[in-house]
Nanobody, 114 residues
Framework: VQLQASGGGLVQAGGSLRLSCVAS????????MGWYRQAPGKQRELVAT???????NVVDSMKGRFTISRDNAKNTVYLFMNILKPEDTAVYYC?????????WGQGTEVTVSS
């Protein structure tokens, strides 16, 4: 499985961004896809997940601002981020989990200015 993330950038506080993650390769084996983030000096943390059946989960601290969705026809998972805050600044990583492995995309950087 290969993952290509995109959509990061510089945005002012209160703004929005949409991140995209395109999966290729053995995508039929993917059970769950998700987004993680890693802020400078901090550990990588979970942001949101979506299962192959479409069940979504967003970390409580981001609920109401972040939404995860998927377009199966495009093999793409999206993370919609609204009302962005400076503390959302991080590198965002796409993740895919199969029964045997976990895969990571290259990361896309999000910077939120105050």
């Amino acid at each position: 499985v290969q993952l290509q993330a995109s959509g990061g950038g510089l945005v002012q506080a209160g703004g929005s961004l949409r991140l995209s993650c395109v999966a290729s390769g053995s995508i039929r084996r993917i059970n769950v896809m998700g987004w993680y983030r890693q802020a400078p000096g901090k550990q990588r943390e979970l942001v949101a997940t979506i299962t192959s059946g479409g069940t979504t989960n967003v970390v409580d601290s981001m609920k109401g601002r972040f939404t995860i969705s998927r377009d199966n026809a495009k093999n793409t998972v999206y993370l919609f981020m609204n009302i962005l805050k400076p503390e959302d600044t991080a590198v965002y990583y796409c993740n895919a989990v199969t029964s045997y492995d976990r895969y990571w995309g290259q990361g896309t950087e999000v910077t939120v200015s105050s």
